[in-house]
């Protein structure tokens, strides 16, 4: 079983910044994508940013582009979220997940990740 943790997250003020923080632990192996994940109320969850763990590609959704960072943290199978420029709109509940290789479909595919934080909540005051 592969067990995923997030930590940070916060308040701040729009135009600031918040670092996420997530790591995945337990049967890591197979492993191919970790990715963030959003969900405000009453919305979707929605994909964010997430690494492609074989050669560390990045991707992003079109709205962070630019103002997130996906990037390794400390270990293989930990990654960090640097979000700057923040906006009220970018409030939610943010959410790291683990995919494995056998899971199709595209980086953004939140029925494709297996297992998942229990969720950090980011609040942007305007």
């Known amino acids: 079983q592969t067990h995923v943790v997030e930590s940070g997250g916060g308040s701040v003020q729009a135009g600031g910044s918040l670092r996420l923080s997530c790591h995945a632990s337990?049967?890591?192996?197979?492993?191919?994508?970790m990715g963030w994940f959003r969900q405000a109320p009453g919305r979707d969850r929605e994909g964010v940013a997430a690494?492609?763990?074989?050669?560390?590609?990045?991707f992003y959704a079109d709205d962070v582009k630019g103002r997130f960072r996906i990037s390794h943290a400390n270990t293989k199978y930990s990654v960090a979220l640097q979000m700057n420029s923040l906006k009220p709109e970018d409030s939610a509940t943010y959410y790291c997940?683990?995919?494995?290789?056998?899971?199709?479909?595209?980086?953004?595919?939140?029925?494709?990740?297996?297992?998942w934080g229990q969720g950090t909540q980011v609040t942007v005051a305007s």
């Open positions: 690494m492609y763990i074989g050669d560390g590609d990045t």
């Open positions: 337990g049967d890591t192996s197979k492993i191919s994508y």
């Open positions: 997940a683990a995919r494995k290789e056998w899971s199709g479909g595209y980086w953004w595919d939140v029925l494709s990740y297996d297992s």
